[in-house]
């Protein structure tokens, strides 16, 4: 079984510019969640989804990131526009169960 | 807010030693896992414990759940270099999904 597909791997962009990330789950898992970890953390849950519905997006900084999961499957995370300190790992993963598998994540660096 | 602290933070071992990772939150979770990520990759799932006072083993990693479901601990026997690596605990919450808190991690480097 295929897993999580995450991309692009790595992005370089200078504050206050804008980017975004691509999410392709295991085929069939419901819930989707978006992490973000700064270096040498644990991920830091931003959102949830539960087929293409918001389950919790209380840490998420809604003035300048949003995502989406339309028709319940890919999903897309935006940063607009960029901060310093959003350069991090954002890493999706998808669950159809308790567990849940990782994609590789995409490494942002904010300049 | 719930919270998940690891001890220690960082862990630096010669090959062959044992060494213990502790994850302690005032919280209670319906399950506890433990995960191992390599640089430039995700996490990956080593184990998930359910019940209260909990002991699984895999190979020479032993997983222990608190009885009161708020603590976990991971120990490692005869340490080798490829379990190097940043070992992460992650609570369970459910509530007709399940949601997870991450613990703050630790770093685990084992010398040859």
């Known amino acids: 079984e295929a897993g999580v597909a995450q991309s692009p791997r790595y992005k370089i962009i200078e504050k206050r510019q804008s980017v975004a990330f691509w999410c392709n789950p295991i085929?069939?898992?419901?819930?989707l969640y978006w992490y973000q970890q700064i270096l040498g953390q644990g991920p830091k849950l931003l959102i949830q989804?539960?087929?293409?519905?918001?389950?919790?997006d209380s840490q998420l900084p809604k003035d300048r990131f949003s995502a989406e999961r339309l028709k319940g499957v890919d999903s897309t995370l935006k940063i607009q526009p960029a901060k310093l300190e959003d350069s991090a790992v954002y890493l999706c993963?998808?669950?159809?169960?308790?567990?849940?598998?990782f994609g590789a994540g995409t490494r942002l660096s904010v300049l | 807010t719930q919270l998940l602290e690891q001890s220690p933070q960082f862990l630096s071992i010669q090959e062959g030693e044992n060494l213990t990772v502790y994850c302690n939150s005032s919280?209670?979770?319906?399950?506890l896992q433990w995960y191992r990520q390599e640089p430039g990759e995700g996490p990956v799932l080593l184990v998930t414990?359910?019940?209260?006072?909990e002991v699984k083993k895999l190979k020479r990693l032993t997983f222990q759940f608190g009885d009161a479901r708020k603590d976990s601990s991971l120990h490692i026997t005869a340490a080798q270099p490829g379990d190097t690596g940043l070992y992460l605990c992650?609570?369970?919450?459910?509530?007709?999904?399940?949601?997870?808190?991450f613990g703050t991690g630790t770093r685990l480097k084992v010398l040859a």
């Open positions: 993963a998808s669950s159809s169960t308790r567990y849940q598998y």
């Open positions: 085929s069939g898992h419901a819930t």
């Open positions: 989804f539960q087929n293409n519905g918001v389950v919790d």
């Open positions: 919280s209670v979770f319906s399950s």
């Open positions: 414990v359910v019940t209260g006072g």
């Open positions: 992650a609570g369970a919450i459910t509530s007709g999904t399940y949601k997870y808190i």
